[in-house]
Nanobody, 122 residues
Framework: QVQLVESGGGLVQAGGALRLSCAAS????????MGWFRQAPGKEREFVAH????????DYADSVKGRFTISRDNTKNTVYLQMNNLGPEDTAVYYC???????????????WGQGTQVTVSS
């Protein structure tokens, strides 16, 4: 069982940056692949980034490549999402999730956080 708690969301102007954190409870965090997803109003939840248990396998959605960076610190049971050059299109609730292996599909992730709101003003 893994419990996930996101933090770091907020309101930022276009071109700004935010760093999201996702703190996990449980001793098995380091065995899970972690993903970040987001859901804008009226839209389906979409993949943003994922990272393997050891940080070697990383991938991003095309819409965030070059702007977002996912990382993890297994000693702190935490995964991060550094978001730079934000635009209004990045406005959404951001969720972290844990899976047995890296995936871009929501149904592969077994544990989810409650989400953190990111709002980017133009």
């Amino acid at each position: 069982q893994v419990q996930l708690v996101e933090s770091g969301g907020g309101l930022v102007q276009a071109g700004g940056a935010l760093r999201l954190s996702c703190a996990a409870s449980g001793r098995t965090f380091s065995s899970y692949a972690m993903g970040w997803f987001r859901q804008a109003p009226g839209k389906e939840r979409e993949f943003v980034a994922h990272i393997s248990w050891n940080g070697v396998n990383i991938d991003y959605a095309d819409s965030v490549k070059g702007r977002f960076t996912i990382s993890r610190d297994n000693t702190k049971n935490t995964v991060y999402l550094q978001m730079n050059n934000l635009g209004p299109e990045d406005t959404a609730v951001y969720y972290c999730a844990a899976a047995a292996a890296t995936s871009t599909w929501t149904y592969d992730y077994h544990y989810w956080g409650q989400g953190t709101q990111v709002t980017v003003s133009s």
